[in-house]
């Protein structure tokens, strides 16, 4: 039979759709091997047999059978666990789970001519991957929860920021052995199917480490049909993600109140009132809402639309209805602005944040020092690579630390490198950071606005309004928008001040102001 089988160049064989069998979700109206066969016309590119109950006769029954198909498909077949089966079938080779036989041995048995993948969920067993030099490639995972395996290490799944921790160890070990050692591969598993796999494929990468594959087992195992299944697993897993950011228009305050942006809101409880009115100030429409089930609604439905996350007072519910946000509105490319309020304040609170950056992609992430810091922690570079960057102390909502604006630049391109997204760090002076097509960090400075607004809840706050009003108005343009939005903010800060104060030396006083403040972002609004 050995003769039969294709040979397999190791270093190029196709991880992309990496389909894992499960006989215990077939529906009634197809067969195990009908599932397989089907996958494997719908372009599944590799096959992992994985069976938990047969025995070793019934097991190297079906394996047989699956092996013949993946042949006439020419795409590999691995067997989980059992290099026995393997070997009986001369396969091309295996995946095996931490606990089952090492690596080194499967190698020995198997010779050099076998794929064999090693499942990782931590980057310190990615790391002996890396060092032992035997596996071809890890299957990292468990990304999302999933009812497939009811024992993996980590249930409610590590999602992308854990997966990044890995592939920033392959990253390391890829590039030194660039042009001479081994490459080893990637493939994510783990609540993967349709839905979420251009996200999967956009959040889990580290620099120039990217997956080389989806594993997946229900979204095709169990579906009526899983040539369709599989073939619109492949078309959404290269579909696009996000919108370019084409920076190509300047943008006017004008040209916002013409679109008149909907804003929708999932805000704290203090700041509704105002950041409704600087949302109508400016010429955009404010919506608050937290009816989880008008989302998708609302995202098909509106143009200009954009989202709101101010994490001021969460309560637990609201968790699962922010990530429902994210997802729903990732879905149709809605720009999202995020706001980590007091994300340092608390273990639980910095929590919630790496659960929100998990379920999905913020186009703005934005916060003062102390906020932006402690979603630093939250990065693949914390306390590796980067010096350590000073800790800012946290005390509730106020950034109380001052850092260099050397540091203040390290952690902008950390946090725009994990989450790609843009990040505007807010102060006396405010920072709009993106990180441009070559890796350089690209800092637009603007002026703050006036120490009064220090002395009425909600400014930080409806910046964020402001800054989604001019994403939604203005999607395809998103760096520019965001600095346009965080200008006109702070010039009626400094404006406001001015005209709320009735001489030059007095201090204005905050009630005064506020009203000044709304009028000037409306009167700033029709240039
Ligand atoms: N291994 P589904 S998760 C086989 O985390 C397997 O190592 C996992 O199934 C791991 O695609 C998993 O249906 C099951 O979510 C994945």
Redesign the pocket.
């Known amino acids: 039979m050995s003769a039969e089988s294709p040979k397999f160049d190791l270093q190029n064989v196709d991880y992309s759709t990496y389909l894992?069998t499960d006989s215990t979700m077939i529906p009634e109206s197809s067969t195990f091997l009908k599932q397989v066969e089907d996958s494997i016309k719908g372009g599944a590119t590799i096959v992992q047999l994985?069976e938990k109950s047969l025995s070793t006769l019934e097991f190297i029954a079906r394996a047989e059978k699956v092996h013949q198909m993946t042949k006439r498909a020419g795409i590999p077949l691995l067997i989980n666990d059992r290099i026995d089966v393997a070997l009986a079938i001369d396969c091309e080779g295996v995946h095996i789970g931490q606990d089952d036989m090492p690596a080194k041995l499967a190698r020995k048995i198997l010779g050099e001519d076998k794929i064999i993948g090693i499942?990782c969920?931590n980057p310190g067993e990615v790391e002996v991957v890396c060092q032992e030099q035997i596996a071809d490639y890890v299957?990292l995972?468990?990304v999302y929860q999933?009812n497939?395996?009811k024992d993996?290490k980590t249930p409610h799944g590590i999602g992308p920021i854990g997966i990044r921790q890995m592939l920033r160890v392959l990253n390391i070990h890829n590039s030194s052995e660039a042009g001479t050692g081994k490459q080893i591969k990637s493939v994510a598993?783990?609540?993967?199917n349709h839905t979420n796999a251009s996200k999967v494929l956009f959040q889990c990468k580290y620099k120039n480490e990217t997956l080389d594959g989806l594993a997946?087992?229900?979204?095709i195992m169990a579906a009526q049909d899983a040539k369709s299944a599989t073939e619109t697993f492949i078309e959404r897993a290269n579909s696009k993600f996000v919108h370019n950011d084409l920076d190509s228009a300047s943008i006017s305050p004008k040209s916002i109140t013409e679109k008149h942006p909907l804003v929708h809101h999932i805000t704290n409880n203090v700041v509704k009132n105002f950041s409704a009115n600087v949302t109508l100030a400016i010429g955009g429409s404010p919506i608050m809402s937290e009816l989880a089930e008008e989302f998708q609604e609302f995202s098909e439905k509106f143009e200009n639309l954009s989202l709101v996350l101010n994490l001021g007072t969460p309560i637990p519910s609201q968790v699962e209805l922010f990530k429902h946000a994210i997802v729903t509105y990732n879905e149709t490319k809605t720009p999202i602005v995020f706001d980590p309020v007091a994300a340092g304040a608390s273990e639980a609170r910095l929590n919630v944040c790496k659960q929100l950056l998990n379920a999905g992609h913020m186009t703005v992430i934005k916060g003062n020092l102390g906020e932006i810091s402690a979603i630093y922690k939250l990065t693949t570079e914390y306390g590796t690579k980067i010096d350590k960057v000073t800790e800012v102390a946290m005390r509730g909502v106020d950034s109380a630390g001052e850092l260099r604006e050397h540091d203040i630049f390290k952690i902008a391109q950390a946090i725009i490198e994990d989450f790609a997204c843009i990040v505007v760090i807010t102060g006396e002076i405010n920072y709009v950071c993106r990180v441009d097509g070559h890796g350089s960090l690209e800092v637009e400075k603007v002026q703050g606005g006036s120490p009064v607004m220090g002395l009425i809840t909600g400014t930080g706050c409806s910046l964020g309004s402001t800054i989604a009003a001019y994403l939604g108005a203005s999607s395809s343009n998103q760096f520019s928008a965001t600095v346009a939005a965080v200008r006109i903010y702070n010039e009626a800060g400094r404006t406001a001040a001015i005209s709320s104060s009735k001489n030059l030396e007095e201090v204005p006083k905050p009630a005064a102001f506020q009203s000044h403040f709304i009028d000037t972002l409306y009167t700033l609004s029709t240039r």
């Open positions: 894992v994985r499942t969920s299957g995972g468990t999933t497939t395996k993996t598993i783990g609540g993967v997946i087992v229900s979204c």
